[in-house]
């Protein structure tokens, strides 16, 4: 794979509740950017991001993916993050070092409470966010009553730039008011034709158009002062406010696809690729100090890993982003938080279980290495002359729900303490302590189907059985008489 420039790279997450097709939509996506040859599917079970058995049990992502799919001479990293409350933290994380949130949203059901969740945590982060209308295939799908959902929770920042001509059963026409063309795709997805708009639909789409070009005028002084001179904005200008007001979180387009068929992935990759901004003009992280980091290559390097996960056959697989300088393979670097010496003795491109080795990494790039030493979520990697520069924390949620744990066997209780040590490293709002006061172990997460999980790795990978049930209560005052 060539080494991509800061410029040339579009970080994405994808977002949203249970069931709105995030993983279907990665999918399509990495078969566009020929990344795969077949695109697989979650109810057969060989999805590239739904890979680890604990989610082809369930069918439904536990884990956020770090996946990748080069488009247009871009290339896009995407994390595909699960759509459950009770795994919030691997949202989190993903959005920290996502430049823009891409909100997949179920048109059968409008806006759902894991809508609203994640969107309080791209507002608390102030990421750039866009709306992707998935499902339009569905017999009940509701464009219409979706949007005026999306308006109602969200305001009038979310506009229109792409809607269905005939969702549900049959549905392949999508009018694009960005390019003030009707999309008709083939039933099994691939190249659409591109036709003019119908007499019936111009009415509307020129409507859609004014509003997402008053949006678009709004997100700067310049361009506002030629809309109101020109009374409209150039196909240049337009495009330049959308940049402009995504980036600026003025403006939230919302766009169509039907990633079961593939269809109008295609042209939200080249949306992606032409309009999201890229990880120099989204506003700045900055280290534990305030100070800026501004993705310069030309800077010593500043590296954050924002994601741990253990590989079968592999090992600890560590990743990262940076975002000052650049980091190659055989790097010697230090750890900002504990003062370790690692060495990235390998560099990969990620996409679910499949991993391809470069040699070097730039600023505003996302990659993994594998066996460090002592480094975890949460850690900066810098060289040594800019030792002590930390990109501020993950800010992960306190936890909700929490159930006493114990190995059937007495003999695995150590045992048990370490596997609950590594689950913490991977997930660290899964967290437990030994209570001296309850004689007891404690595990705590983020709601039942988050303990129900941890259970089910602990006994199916670790070989361990072990019991869960409702901690003691900690009485420590007694009423002894009336008084």
């Not at 591109?194 to 007499?199: A, G, R, S, V």
Request: charged fraction near 30%; glycine fraction near 6%; hydrophobic fraction near 40%.
């Amino acid at each position: 794979m060539k080494v991509y420039q800061t410029s040339e790279l579009k970080n994405i997450a994808l977002v949203g509740g249970a069931k709105a097709g995030k993983t279907t939509l990665a999918e399509a996506m990495l078969f566009e950017g020929g990344v795969i040859k077949r695109r697989g599917n979650v109810d057969d079970k060989n999805t590239v991001s739904d890979y680890r058995e604990v989610e082809l049990e369930r069918q439904a992502s536990v884990y956020s993916t770090v996946l990748y799919a080069e488009f247009a001479g871009k290339k896009i990293n995407i994390i595909d993050a699960p759509g459950f409350d009770d795994f919030i933290g691997e949202v989190i994380a993903a959005l920290k070092v996502a430049d823009t949130a891409v909100m997949v949203i179920n048109s059968q059901n409008g806006v759902e409470v894991g809508t609203e969740i994640t969107w309080r945590q791209i507002k608390r982060l102030e990421k750039p966010a866009v709306f992707l209308m998935n499902q339009l295939e569905h017999e009940k799908a509701n464009f219409e009553e979706s949007v005026r959902q999306l308006k109602t929770q969200f305001g009038d920042k979310a506009v229109v730039a792409q809607y269905p001509v005939n969702e549900g059963h049959g549905f392949d026409s999508v009018i694009d008011v960005l390019k003030m063309k009707m999309y008709k795709f083939p039933v099994d997805g691939g190249k659409p034709e591109l036709l003019d708009i119908p007499d019936a639909e111009k009415g509307k789409a020129e409507e859609y158009r004014n509003t997402i070009i008053e949006a678009a005028a709004e997100s700067e002084e310049e361009l506002m002062e030629l809309f109101f001179e020109n009374g409209t904005l150039t196909e240049e200008e337009l495009s330049k406010g959308i940049r402009l007001g995504i980036a600026t979180q003025t403006m939230f387009p919302i766009l169509c696809a039907s990633a079961k068929n593939n269809q109008g992935v295609s042209r939200f990759m080249e949306f992606v690729t032409d309009s999201l901004p890229s990880p120099t003009e989204v506003t700045p992280t900055s280290d534990d100090k305030g100070n800026e980091l501004t993705f310069d290559e030309q800077k010593d390097a500043v590296a954050f890993v924002f994601k741990t996960a253990v590989e079968p056959h592999l090992g600890e697989l560590s990743f990262f982003k940076v975002y000052e300088g650049s980091v190659s393979e055989s790097a010697d670097l230090v750890n900002s938080s504990t003062g370790a010496k690692e060495r990235l003795s390998q560099i990969f491109m990620v996409a679910g279980k499949n991993r391809q080795k470069v040699e070097k990494v730039v600023s505003g790039d996302i990659a993994a290495t594998i066996k460090l030493k002592d480094t975890n979520t949460n850690n900066t990697l810098t060289t040594s002359k800019n030792q002590g520069v930390k990109v501020t924390d993950i800010v992960f949620p306190e936890p909700k729900y929490r159930m006493a744990v114990k190995a059937k066997n007495t003999g695995d209780e150590e045992k048990l303490g370490t596997i609950l040590r590594e689950m913490n490293n991977i997930d660290p709002t899964l967290l437990f302590e030994q209570s001296k006061e309850l004689k007891q172990m404690i595990i705590s997460g983020q709601g039942e189907m988050h303990l129900n999980v941890a259970k089910w790795m602990i006994e199916q990978i670790h070989k361990v059985d072990v019991e869960f049930f409702p901690p003691k209560i900690p009485y420590r005052e007694t009423i002894t008489k009336d008084a």
